[in-house]
Nanobody
Framework: QVQLVESGGGLVQAGGSLRLSCAAS????????MGWYRQAPGKQRELVAG???????NYADSVKARFTISRDNAKNTVYLQMNSLKPEDTGVYYCNTNARVTSWGPRYDYWGQGTQVTVSS
């Protein structure tokens, strides 16, 4: 099994910054993509940013030029630096990873418990 532990959420004023971290642990054979999703009240969960093991990155249009995703493969950790935060960035942010626990098994998606980000106007 793979566990994801997120940290770094909180309350910040518009224009401020936060840095989220997510560490994967457990019986991990390999990790492919890691990413961050968010879910605002009354809305569907959406992709914020993702990064592959090879470093290919994609962002939601709404966060481009404000958020930066990075990862430390040696630590199985992904980060999300969020700058110039807006009230519409408010939501629960979930870490996601696509990983194998054995060399012969399939990849599965794993999710963190979520961390609240609230941006006040």
């Amino acid at each position: 099994q793979v566990q994801l532990v997120e940290s770094g959420g909180g309350l910040v004023q518009a224009g401020g910054s936060l840095r989220l971290s997510c560490a994967a642990s457990g019986s991990i054979f390999s990790i492919n993509a890691m990413g961050w999703y968010r879910q605002a009240p009354g809305k569907q969960r959406e992709l914020v940013a993702g990064i592959t093991s090879g470093g290919r990155i994609n962002y939601a249009d709404s966060v481009k030029a404000r958020f930066t995703i990075s990862r430390d493969n040696a630590k199985n950790t992904v980060y999300l630096q969020m700058n110039s935060l807006k009230p519409e960035d408010t939501g629960v942010y979930y870490c996601n990873t696509n990983a194998r626990v054995t060399s012969w098994g399939p990849r599965y998606d794993y999710w963190g418990q979520g961390t609240q980000v609230t941006v006040s106007s």
